[in-house]
């Protein structure tokens, strides 16, 4: 068989005309330095900040630093997530910014910074995924705050209420209850179409599981997520669980949904940052800060809102914590979270030892817009509340000089004592709105004056019986109408009158 020179050229043709050239051009740069979860690379001339790379070995990071010969990178990952990579490797440019999976799939799940689920119970099904940072609503999107978001928490709900949309801050040295009083509110949000984000930032493992125990055993896991970066996690992590918890929520936000976020605490996710800015070799500031610490708050909790009807009416509640040291509010990062909130929250050391819980701080806990979003009802019977309670605080220091009192003084003394009684409040015990205005009704209206101290809490817990067993309908009207009416306080007069009579005569007083 002989080949034809012919045949071959118009096969050598044919194939030439088929094939295509696929050209691809990368970014790439090389590892000059690395450690302590930071890299520092060469190359990447048009790489972007907040940019994700791409090490070996699959290791993600985020671009925080641009410099004339180099690029800063936060590495991504748990327990040394740094240590197979090496100076010289490869680092590759993704054209992507950081996102987490969000979507009713991960409520019910504990979820790492990065939205990869910790719980055991397998994969997440979701596959709606979203940037860890995003605009805030501008005015326009937005409309006032409204709607009240109850605690069940009676000095919360009475003095310093919180509504849907607004940002209220739980400030307090550790050990004094902030955790406590989140997670009451999360338990109260049942059967009330809130879903719940708690972040837990820098806490123990222990701390967190805990958490998740107590939340499983009172049925609130059931529309709640936890995103954890933990004591363990590295310092990028613990960074980025604020914001992906935020992106989670902003997706129920838009969606019409009403949702709370814990932020626990954003002490730790303060320090974790100014390590990443030192280790970035970022000049410091005050307390070694660097200069962007207010905007990484305010970017933060901006994002929180009330939107208006057209965009779904949905809100979305951020309640952060800040950790003091020996009751200083005046140092760096609670003044700077205090000015971007609408209201605070101060919890006191003295008044949490003297067994005052929840230990508000009645004249340093301000709430400035929930007034607006509070039930009617509530408003009625704590309107005088807080002054009242202040002057209390104010008569007990001077008593303490042991000056002679006149009547008017001893029985506004004794009306003080009797509130701050009827304020205490167990944990994981929170009250129907109802319930809370009916006590403080009590308070307020002279009922408990004659009582002794010591038996306020019995009375308390019988009252609740009885209103429930032979006056249901006086709460359920308070439920249904959010107001007192004439008619109704005449009713609770004389249903209390009664109870009160058989109270005293079943405790022989």
Known sequence: MTLRPEEVTSVIRQELEKYKTRMRSESIGTVIQVGDTIARIHGLDDVMVGELV???????????????????????????????????????????????????????????????????????????????????????????????????????????????????????????????????????????????????????????????????????????????????????????????????????????????????????????????????????????YPGDIFYLHSRLLERAAKLNDALGAGSFTAIPIVETQAGDITSYIPTNVISITDGQIYLENDLFYAGVRPAINVGLSVSRVGGKAQVKAMRQVAA??????????????????????????????????????????EQFNPLSVSKQVMIIYCGTRGFLDELPVGIIKKFEARFFQYMDKHNPEISAEIESKKELSQLLMQKMDAAITVFKEEFIKDNKL
């Open 54 to 288: 791409q090490f070996s070995e699959n290791v993600m990071g985020m671009v925080l630093n641009l410099e004339e010969e180099s690029v800063g990178v936060v590495i991504f990952g748990t327990d040394n997530p740094d240590k197979n990579i090496k100076e010289g490797d490869i680092v590759k440019r993704t054209g992507k910014i950081v996102e987490v999976p969000v979507g009713e799939g991960l409520i019910g799940r504990v979820v790492n910074a990065l939205g990869r689920p910790i719980d055991g119970k397998g994969p997440i099904n979701t596959n709606k995924l979203r940037p860890i940072e995003s605009k805030a609503p501008n005015v326009v999107e937005r409309q006032p705050v409204c709607e009240s978001l109850e605690t069940g928490i009676k000095a919360i709900d009475a003095m310093t209420p919180i509504g849907r949309g607004q940002r209220e801050l739980i400030i307090a040295d550790r050990q004094t209850g902030k955790t406590a009083i989140t997670i009451d509110t999360i338990i109260n949000q049942k059967g009330k179409g809130v879903y719940c984000i708690y972040v837990a930032i820098g806490q123990k493992l222990s701390s967190v599981v805990a958490v998740s125990e107590i939340l499983k055993k009172h049925g609130a896991m059931e529309y709640t997520t936890i995103v954890s970066a933990s004591s363990r996690a590295s310092a990028s992590l613990q960074y980025l669980a604020p914001y992906s918890g935020c992106a989670m929520a902003e997706e129920l936000l838009y969606s019409g949904k009403h949702v709370l976020v814990i932020y626990d605490d954003l002490t730790k996710h303060a320090q974790a940052y100014r390590q990443l800015s030192l280790l970035l070799r970022r000049p410091p500031g005050r307390e070694a």
């Open 384 to 425: 005088k509340l807080r002054l009242d309670l202040a002057q209390y605080r104010e008569l007990v220091t001077f008593t303490q000089f042991g000056t002679e009192l006149d009547k008017a003084t001893q029985a506004q003394l004794a009306r003080g004592e009797r509130m701050v009684e009827i304020l205490k409040q």
